[in-house]
């Protein structure tokens, strides 16, 4: 499945009178790959990403729901960082509040009760900041779409 071709598919679920988070969902596939058009890849890159498309299996006569068409947009994602090292706007940060968190949870309990909530704070501050920074090497480098 060709980009243009994967565009006329998401765009039906903007046309059609489909659940406000299908078409939200439709929507982020849409700037994903409206993003990966404006980064200028090479012919083999984009073929790759082609190949990656058809491997969603995307039926356009089949209407997916909303759980189908987010299990093939996190697919797509995941395979755009495995094999061209290539992150979502937010991911960095995902991860890193995330990450940041638990290890406020345990150096918190350390602390007992109060300490708990205290390392917690710190911890999601921490991975804030250490996402914001990754995320901002990311973009200069190229990386972020």
Do not use: H, W
Request: proline share 1%; glycine share 10%; with cysteine.
């Amino acid at each position: 499945m060709t980009t243009k071709e994967a565009l006329n598919y998401f765009n039906q679920y903007l046309s059609q009178d489909s659940k406000k988070s299908v078409q939200k969902l439709a929507k982020e596939f849409m700037d994903l790959l409206n993003n990966l058009k404006a980064k200028n890849l090479s012919e083999a890159e984009s073929l790759l990403i082609e190949e990656e498309l058809g491997a969603l299996k995307l039926n356009p006569n089949e209407v997916l729901n909303r759980r189908q068409l987010k299990g093939a947009l996190e697919q797509f994602k995941k395979q755009l960082r495995q094999n061209f090292s290539l992150f979502t706007k937010g991911y960095y940060i995902n991860m890193g509040v995330g990450l940041g968190s638990l290890f406020g949870l345990s150096i918190g309990v350390v602390f007992g009760q109060e300490g708990i909530s205290m390392g917690i704070c710190f911890g999601m501050l921490a991975g804030l900041l250490v996402g914001r920074n990754l995320e901002a090497q990311s973009k200069a480098s190229g990386n972020l779409i």
